[in-house]
Every structure is written in structure tokens, then in C-alpha cells.
């Protein structure tokens, strides 16, 4: 069976079975996708990471299924039932729903009423009436009446529980009847009676209807949902037209027709049973699982995907980094870290209600500012975003060279309350630890992400539905596909991000922290094999993913992997050059040919690379570091009115459509159909979590906390303006440069009194003074 499923595997994904094999051998080796993609890519026919996810994971389900083949197979044959048409019927099956169809008659139940039937020994009945219904039943019933079976009625009842479970266990007719259904069928919600208030939210499902083929995910979770909530019931429709048609297939299964003879309407009333009371039921319990494992599988890939966007978002880079974590009445958290992420200072300021001391919160951010040479500040996106955000723009407009950068803060309370938090900031209050998480994510997403579950960064479509297993699976590979993309600073990375390296797991990385911290920095890649349990074979998976910046060999602060060092030397000694000169020397290396340095061991694909590497050496892929500015004067739901312009930032990207941040404490929802004037079939062709976006407010509906934007400026906004209370005019979509707004806000926002004070004694002078 295993050639078959790499037959399988092949014919699924285009490729050679070779390369399946190859794969699949490297697999269970225990080499990880990113190191089989990454180098390689000679033994698999350069199959990519994408590719290899999807082998990996089909890999899977049809070893699953080769095991229930072989489970089902042993179970048949102890019964004692297992003859060769079986046996092969069931070696065709070619999923685990059909595999399952199969098994349904010897599958070990409870007694049923068919079994009780044939055990009064009432087999010959039901045999003898659905192979000559010219019998009349009345009379062939009788001649069963006797022990155990009290009349002709009782023979009756029983014969036609017999055919009853024949015809619903019968697996080529129930997976043609389920196809059918699926291809016609419809779901349908209603509200639950008395529950329209209590179920408001799911209002666009108290009467709603929609074939099964074509129900987006998100309304399916959505529906889902609001089933489990009790706000709606749930039907399944084989068709909207009448079912007769199913009965129908039944009936001609079995030969049976309306031919006026004694039996046929008995017949018919045994098939017209089967369809409503077992076979119906059996198809709505199978599409039921279908339909949720379809829309289950695309929000665990749109999740997927915009994971992959955040953790490969612009990196702001090196640079000390004040973050704010906003609040009310429990103040804003103040961290500020270096340019490595170390904490230097933390503080707590109290610039909002109850309490607003803002004067003397902006001159404590400055002081911080100031003293530690602070370029950057990342402001958390939840309560009290916008009003510290206007605190930070005054900051801003004090001190010369910050920029300010509203951040999501999704799971930074989750890293704060961690284990790992505690050991990463012991001293530090578990209040505090949220607002350095803020600062640091700025600096770096991906090292900061990876400290905190996936699942809690908040850029799913109902997470907490999906089953954990598939969305942890499914997650942890984009988290260590990313990683390994981007590559890791061994001397600076945590523990939780080393973790994530190709080849080392969470003792591994321990090992090397406490081998860090003991030694100082790795000087070199070798110097890897000092530490504790990183033996030959770790090595070979990590350390193409690990640099060393600065280390005594410049190949170790690249993605060329150690056991390809051979063929650099090659090429110098090709080249006759110097290893610190050739790196970067874009055309020297354009001018040389990868074939003339392949082997035996390294074949073109590795050979190309190497060049490319050594052009651009540790290289990151993410795209270069810009913010978004929000409008002025746009703080809450009731600023926004039809027809604004606005900038924002793509949080989150679902199946229907794309979320905004516009500032405004609620994300806005470009539908799908907005996203573009040209068909767009996936959200993420046009946008991803990150993008900056221009967009127009179409509508605003306070009550239910709504903004329906767009991505075509062009397009008319609703008529009648925002929906409910405290909207207002719409004061011009004209966009003042940070510049203006520096050069207007700086002597109109000049501080007085005690402010005004503190800022001197931090050497800030007068801000309206241009210092």
C-alpha cells in the first residue's frame, strides 16, 4: 500500500513519484519541511514548502486511512465474512467516508429490530415479498406467526425493519444519494421561537437558505454558531423541489416498482420508511460533518495566511523603542527597550479619565524619550488606543526624531500572564511586561510573536470553533516556515523562537541560551556542536537557519548552509578573490556560471543559490518598514460619516472580505466585493494583514458597531447618512502631511506651567523654540 499512496500523493501534486518518495524518506527521517525546501532540493526535484505542507499532510490522512483499511479488513474477517469481492471493494475505497459506507453492515452495533427480525427467523419473508411482490404480504405473514412473533402484523413489521437496514447500508446507493444531496441540497436557518432578541447578532440567518456548494465558510461557522448558541435552528434539504426523486433511486436499486401487484405498495411504504427514517438522517449527519469539515479546512487556511502576513510584517528594525499599552482608569503602561529589546525603564502614566493628568504624563514620556534616545513609539490598538495616540502625537511634535505607530496588541496579555514572562522579565510587574511586548513586537514581529500561541494573536475567523489539533498543526508550520525563512540571530534570539528553528525543540533551545549565557556569544556555526545534546543530525537541520553576524567566518552570518562551504571555496578558487570581497559583489557573481561548480553532492538548485546568498547575504525577506497615519480628528465610531477618506491598516483578511483599522476602536469591513472593480475570488489577491490601505466609509451603523468601507474611491456611499446617534458632518477629506500637522499643532500644543517645567529640567527646552 505504501507505493500506492505515493502514486496517490504524485498524481495530486503534479510531480514525479520519485519525488514523493524521496520525500516522504526524509520526513520520516525526521528532516523538517523548511530544511527539505531549503536544501534539499536535488533529492526531492525542488518540491517547495508548499508543496511539501500539502504531501505532509496527505501523507497523513491516507496512512490514517490505510490504517482503518487494515482495522476494518481484520474485523470483516473475524466475523467471518470477508470474501474476495469485499476484500476488493474494500481495497478501492478511496476515502474514509466510502471505507466507513462499506463497513456499515458488519459493523459491530446494539441489537437493532432487523436483527431481532431475523433471529424470529423472518428473513425469508422479507426475501420472498421484495422478490416476488405478486405475494400477497397478509397472507405470507401469517405462515410466520408463532414464537415470538404475535401476528401477521408483527412478521410484517419485522420483514420490512430488515429491509430498512438493507437499503440504508447499502454503501454504492447511500454514496450516490449523498453526492446528490450535496450537489442539490440546501441548508436552511430560522430563528429559534422568542430567541430574536436574545440571537440579534445572527439576524441575517432568521430565514435564510443557501446550496450547500456554494456557502462560503464564514456562513457556515457563522450558522454553526448560532445553532450551538440556540439562537437558530439548522435544517438540511436534500432540494428544494420534492424528494420523491430519492426514494426513487431507492426503489430502482432494488427493483422495485408500482406495478399494481399485492406487494408493491407495501414495498414502496418499506423504501418511502428507509429514505425518511435511517438513510435521510445517516446523509444529514455525513453533509452536516462535510459542510463543517469544508468551511473548518478554509478559515485554518485563512488563519494560516494571515498568520504568515503578521509574522513576516516589516520589522521597524534596531532601534530603542518606547512602548505604550493603553488605559483608563487603570493608567497607560510605559516600557522603554533598547535597541536589542532589553528593558530600560517602565513607568505607569495617568493622562485620561478619571484621573487626567496629561501634562505631566507627556513630560514623563519625554523625560524617557529624551534620556534614552528613543526613535520609536508603539502604541497598543485596544482601550484608549486613540486618546494615547493623540498623546503620543504631542510627544512627537516635543521631541525631534520619534514616529509614532499604532500596533495590535493581540496576545500581549497573554505573553504578559506566560510562563516564559515570568522567566524573561522576573522583576518586572506582570502589568508592565504587555507594554515592553508592544515595544518589542514593533522592533521585530516574528521574535515577539513566536513567544505567544498563535491561536491568541487574533487573525482567525472563529478560532475558538476550529478543532485544536488541526489549527495547532496547521499553525505551528506557518510559525516554523516563517522563522526558518527569515532566519535566526543565534546570539540574540530567545529560547521560544529558537524553538521554532528547524531541528531544535524547546530542550535544545534551552541548551543554547544556558551555553550562551555561560560562554558569550558563538563565534562560529562549529561552535554550536559545544552545546549540550546538539548532536550531528540537529546540526545538519539548524545551522543553515542560525546566524552568526560578525562571527569568525562570514558565511556563518548567511543562509549558505556549513556542509556547502566546499563549494564557496570552489568558487574563490575560481574567482582567485577574497571571501569578504566577492560577498556582495553583485556583478562579479552574476558573471560566473552555477553549472561549472556542481558535483556529485551539490547539484544546480543548491549551486544557484549559494550565488544568490552571496550576493545579497542574509537577506531578509520582509518587506521594508511604513506606518499608516490616521485621520485627525477621527477618534470614535460617531466621527465617521459616508464619504470620508481614510488611511488604515489591514488587520485581518477573511473569506468575505478584509478588516481595517481606520482609528476608531472598531475595525471596518471592506466586503469582498469592494475590494476591487475587477472579480475577486480571494480577499488575499488583493490585500493582506499589514497593508496600508486608502479607503471611503460607505456606512456607518452605531448600534451594531458597523463601518462598511472601500477600497474603490469611486464608489458612492450610503444615502442618509451614519445610522444612529452622534454623527456629524463630514469635515473634509483632505489629509494634512505629518510636516503641517508638526508645524501647526507645535506652537498651538506649546506647554505651559508645570509641564513646561519638567520638559526643561529633561533638556527639552521649549518645544515651540524648534530645539
Request: contains cysteine.
Amino acid at each position: 500500500m505504501t507505493t500506492s499512496i505515493h502514486q496517490r500523493i504524485a498524481e495530486e501534486l503534479g510531480v514525479r513519484e520519485r519525488q514523493v518518495q524521496a520525500a516522504v524518506e526524509l520526513l520520516d527521517g525526521g528532516a523538517t519541511v523548511p530544511f527539505i525546501a531549503r536544501y534539499r532540493k536535488e533529492v526531492t526535484g525542488t518540491l517547495d514548502d508548499a508543496q511539501l505542507r500539502t504531501l505532509e499532510e496527505r501523507l497523513r490522512y491516507l496512512r490514517e486511512l490505510e490504517e482503518r483499511r487494515a482495522a476494518i479488513l481484520e474485523s470483516i474477517r473475524s466475523q467471518g465474512k470477508l470474501d474476495d469481492a469485499l476484500a476488493a471493494q474494500i481495497a478501492a475505497a478511496d476515502s474514509k467516508a466510502r471505507l466507513e459506507d462499506i463497513y456499515l453492515p458488519f459493523k459491530p452495533k446494539r441489537r437493532t429490530k432487523a436483527q431481532i427480525a431475523r433471529e424470529a427467523g423472518l428473513e425469508p419473508l422479507a426475501d420472498g415479498l421484495l422478490s416476488d411482490p405478486s405475494v400477497d404480504p397478509q397472507a405470507a405473514a401469517a405462515a410466520f406467526v408463532g414464537e415470538g412473533v404475535a401476528d401477521a402484523a408483527a412478521a410484517l413489521d419485522g420483514a420490512r425493519a430488515i429491509l430498512v437496514e438493507r437499503f440504508s447500508e447499502d454503501a454504492d446507493l447511500v454514496g450516490e444519494l449523498r453526492e446528490r444531496m450535496w450537489s442539490k441540497g440546501r441548508l436552511v436557518a430560522a430563528v429559534r421561537e422568542g430567541k430574536e432578541e436574545e440571537g440579534a447578532k445572527f439576524s441575517d440567518y432568521f430565514d435564510f437558505a443557501e446550496p450547500f456548494t456554494k456557502l462560503p465558510s464564514h456562513r457556515t461557522l457563522a450558522m454553526f454558531r448560532g445553532e450551538k448558541e440556540e439562537a437558530l435552528t439548522l435544517t438540511l434539504e436534500p432540494e428544494p423541489e420534492p424528494t420523491g426523486t430519492y426514494e426513487g433511486r431507492v426503489a430502482h436499486r432494488f427493483g422495485i416498482s408500482d406495478q399494481g401487484r399485492p406487494a408493491d405498495k407495501w414495498l414502496a411504504d418499506t423504501v418511502r420508511w428507509a429514505w425518511r427514517t435511517r438513510i435521510l438522517v445517516h446523509l444529514g449527519i455525513d453533509l452536516r460533518m462535510r459542510l463543517w469539515q469544508a468551511a473548518e479546512d478554509e478559515a485554518v487556511r485563512v488563519f494560516a495566511a494571515n498568520l504568515r502576513d503578521l509574522l513576516l510584517a516589516a520589522p521597524a528594525g534596531s532601534r530603542a523603542t518606547m512602548g505604550l499599552d493603553p488605559g483608563l482608569r487603570t493608567g497607560v503602561k510605559v516600557a522603554v527597550v533598547d535597541a536589542t529589546g532589553k528593558v530600560l525603564a517602565t513607568d505607569t502614566i495617568y493622562p485620561h479619565e478619571p484621573r487626567r493628568r496629561w501634562d505631566e504624563s507627556l513630560a514623563t514620556l519625554a523625560t524617557l524619550a529624551k534620556r534614552h534616545n528613543v526613535e520609536l513609539v508603539a502604541i497598543g490598538n485596544g482601550t484608549a488606543s486613540r486618546e494615547t495616540d493623540k498623546l503620543a502625537g504631542e510627544l512627537v511634535r516635543l521631541v525631534p526624531g520619534l514616529t509614532k505607530i499604532v500596533v495590535s496588541e493581540a496576545g500581549a496579555s497573554v505573553y504578559s500572564a506566560s510562563a516564559f514572562a515570568s522567566q524573561e522579565l522576573p522583576g518586572l510587574d506582570v502589568s508592565l511586561r504587555g507594554a515592553v511586548s508592544i515595544a518589542r513586537r514593533l522592533q521585530d514581529p516574528l521574535a515577539e510573536l513566536v513567544k505567544i500561541d498563535p491561536k491568541s494573536i487574533g487573525v482567525g475567523q472563529y478560532q475558538h470553533d476550529l478543532a485544536e489539533t488541526k489549527l495547532s498543526r496547521s499553525l505551528d508550520a506557518v510559525v516554523e516556515d516563517c522563522v526558518n525563512a527569515v532566519g535566526v540571530d543565534v546570539n540574540t534570539a530567545s529560547a521560544p523562537l529558537l524553538t521554532r528553528v528547524s531541528g531544535i525543540g524547546s530542550t535544545l533551545a534551552d541548551n543554547i541560551v544556558q551555553h550562551r549565557d555561560a560562554n558569550g556569544p558563538f563565534r562560529s556555526r562549529k561552535a554550536l556542536k559545544d552545546v549540550a545534546r546538539l548532536g550531528p543530525k540537529a546540526f545538519e537541520q539548524c545551522a543553515g537557519f542560525l546566524r552568526i553576524p560578525g562571527g569568525d567566518d562570514p558565511l556563518d552570518a548567511s543562509s549558505v548552509h556549513p556542509e556547502a562551504y566546499p563549494v564557496v571555496r570552489r568558487i574563490l578558487s575560481a574567482t582567485g578573490g577574497d571571501l569578504t570581497r566577492l560577498i556582495g559583489n553583485g556583478s562579479a557573481l552574476r558573471s560566473l556560471k552555477p553549472q561549472d561548480f556542481v558535483d556529485e553532492t551539490f547539484g544546480l538548485p543548491t549551486v544557484t543559490d549559494i550565488l544568490a546568498e552571496l550576493e545579497k547575504p542574509g537577506r531578509d525577506p520582509r518587506p521594508a518598514f511604513k506606518t499608516a497615519t490616521f485621520k485627525e480628528g477621527v477618534e470614535k465610531l460617531s466621527d465617521l460619516t459616508p464619504g470620508m477618506l481614510l488611511e488604515g491598516v489591514v488587520t485581518n483578511v477573511a473569506a468575505f472580505g478584509a478588516f481595517v483599522d481606520v482609528g476608531v476602536h472598531q475595525d471596518g469591513l471592506v466586503h469582498v466585493s469592494a475590494l476591487s472593480h475587477n472579480f475577486v475570488r480571494d480577499p488575499r489577491e488583493v490585500v493582506k494583514p499589514g497593508d496600508i490601505v486608502r479607503v471611503k466609509v460607505l456606512d456607518v451603523d452605531i448600534p451594531r458597531k458597523r463601518i462598511s468601507l472601500t477600497l474603490r474611491l469611486d464608489d458612492e456611499p450610503a444615502k442618509g447618512g451614519s445610522r444612529g446617534q452622534g454623527g456629524r458632518e463630514n469635515r473634509g477629506n483632505n489629509r494634512e502631511s505629518g510636516r503641517q500637522r508638526q508645524e501647526r499643532g507645535g506652537q498651538r500644543n506649546a506647554p505651559g506651567g508645570a509641564m513646561a517645567d519638567a520638559l526643561r529640567r529633561a533638556g527639552l527646552g521649549n518645544p515651540g523654540s524648534g530645539r
